[in-house]
């Protein structure tokens, strides 16, 4: 089953919008409360003062997504590096995908760039089991100095979710830079899916392109985790 991950900032008040708890019903979500901490606070000082305070505020968020009828469960870390927390609780649960969550109400279309290190198959498939079978849209976005490879790549990837009954459509940026017209794409938008850059989540979730994509687009984020599903040589 599809699971995407929600990393939340529990105690400074990060929460869900009805949009994106709406858009997840259709995959299981793992809702990260964490809360970082100063270098010489001990985790286990921090969850003595903070941890039934933090459990209520992840308990209602997952009877939020549980309401709208998705399955849901969550956990709590107490951490001095959020970004390793994140990477690790990602990998124990098998998360497709993390979000960073944004401001928005009914999610009637989504953009899908596929720009990026992350396979067109495996971003489509996760779209795909997202979005299928509601009346969602989805606009699948190229940036590219290829045009006619550009275009073979949006129409095959079109087709894989056309045969899943999702509404489609297409949007290609040739000889552009890719980010700036991945936002200019995505104002349209009420949610965006991309794909994870190597070498890890880290450069897009925390830096300067995930703070770019949220203030600007305002609308929720997924990515997409670059995972390599070839299990390594050896014993």
Known sequence: MTRVLVPLAI?????VSPGLTR????????????????????????????????TDALEDLVAQFRAAGGRADHRLVFTHDREQTID????????????????????ERVLVTLTGDVAVDRICSFVGDLI???????TLFLAT??????RALLEAAAETLSA????????????????EALLEAG????????????????SLLFGEEAERIAVESVAPVLVVRNVDETPPDGP
């Open 164 to 179: 899943r009954e999702i509404d489609v459509e297409t949007e290609l940026a040739v000889d552009t830079p890719p980010f």
């Open 132 to 138: 299928s079978p509601r009346e969602i849209g989805v």
């Open 11 to 15: 105690l400074e008040g990060q929460s």
């Open 88 to 107: 690790r609780v990602a990998a124990e649960t098998a998360a497709n995908a993390y979000t960073i969550p944004g401001a928005s109400g009914q999610i």
């Open 145 to 150: 100095d290829d045009e006619v490879g550009g």
């Open 187 to 202: 104002v349209d938008h009420d949610a965006i899916v991309v794909g994870e850059r190597a070498p890890s989540l880290r």
């Open 23 to 54: 858009l997840l019903e259709s995959v299981d979500v793992t809702v990260l409360g964490y809360h970082e901490l100063p270098e010489q606070t001990p985790p286990d000082q921090a969850r003595l003062q903070y941890e039934e305070r933090a």
